[in-house]
């Protein structure tokens, strides 16, 4: 049982790229969750998700993008990456909706 | 919009001290309160409160609940280095949204 794992630890990308930062749970969640993480400013929630097919905005949703083809995978999208996008990024799965939420081990990303 | 401040945004003890960190919340459709505990990597989580004034102990760490005046406290006793970490206090209202945090450290 693996819990929350996602890919990669660390990325570095230059201003415009694009890239998909990978999150996967095997214990059959239905709630999933990206949060970035930013100096002084607690998580905030970009997107969620409420099982397969389902996807809705957080609190700080533009310029990402997710899907939810499966109940085990919620990959998140930067479509054009920025320096404000600069982060540690964090994926969570829960049973429910919201609630307890069990976290990755996040990912490091630099936009230069 | 929905809003979570903890307070004191940081402080700094020694080994064998009490702690006590604030969480004030408001929220529109509050289920419950979480508290995490964040040491340079991933969240992991402490407690869940729903209901005011029953307190849930784990070891050495308690929380409460106030559900009229809307906030929470975390109570740390006979602090250990160990406890030095970030301390993150989340509303869930169908959605989690947490507070910037408050750093501890413990010295020895």
């Known amino acids: 049982n693996a819990g929350v794992t996602q890919t990669p630890k660390f990325q570095v990308l230059k201003t415009g790229q694009s890239m998909t930062l990978q999150c996967a749970q095997d214990?059959?969640?239905?709630?999933m969750s990206w949060y970035r993480q930013d100096p002084g400013m607690g998580l905030r929630l970009i997107h969620y998700?409420?099982?397969?097919?389902?996807?809705d905005q957080g609190e700080v949703p533009n310029g990402y993008n997710v899907s939810r083809s499966t109940t085990e995978d919620f990959p998140l999208r930067l479509l054009s990456a920025a320096p404000s996008q600069t982060s540690v990024y964090f994926c969570?799965?829960?049973?429910?909706?919201?609630?307890?939420?069990?976290f990755g081990p996040g990912t490091r990303l630099t936009v230069t | 919009e929905d809003k979570v401040v903890q307070s004191p945004l940081s402080l700094v003890v020694h080994e064998g001290d009490t702690v006590t960190l604030n969480c004030s919340y408001e929220?529109?459709?509050?289920?419950?309160l979480l508290w995490y505990k964040q040491e340079k990597k991933a969240p992991t989580f402490l407690f869940m409160l729903?209901?005011?004034?029953i307190e849930k102990k784990s070891g050495r760490l308690s929380s409460i609940l106030d559900k009229k005046e809307l906030f929470s406290i975390l109570n740390i006793t006979a602090t250990q280095t160990g406890d030095s970490a970030v301390y993150l206090c989340?509303?869930?209202?169908?959605?989690?949204?947490f507070g910037a945090g408050t750093t501890v450290t413990v010295r020895a």
């Open positions: 998700s409420v099982g397969a097919g389902i996807t």
């Open positions: 989340a509303v869930d209202d169908y959605k989690l949204s």
């Open positions: 214990m059959n969640h239905e709630y």
């Open positions: 729903t209901s005011s004034g």
């Open positions: 969570a799965s829960s049973y429910g909706r919201a609630g307890e939420q069990y």
């Open positions: 929220v529109t459709n509050f289920r419950s």
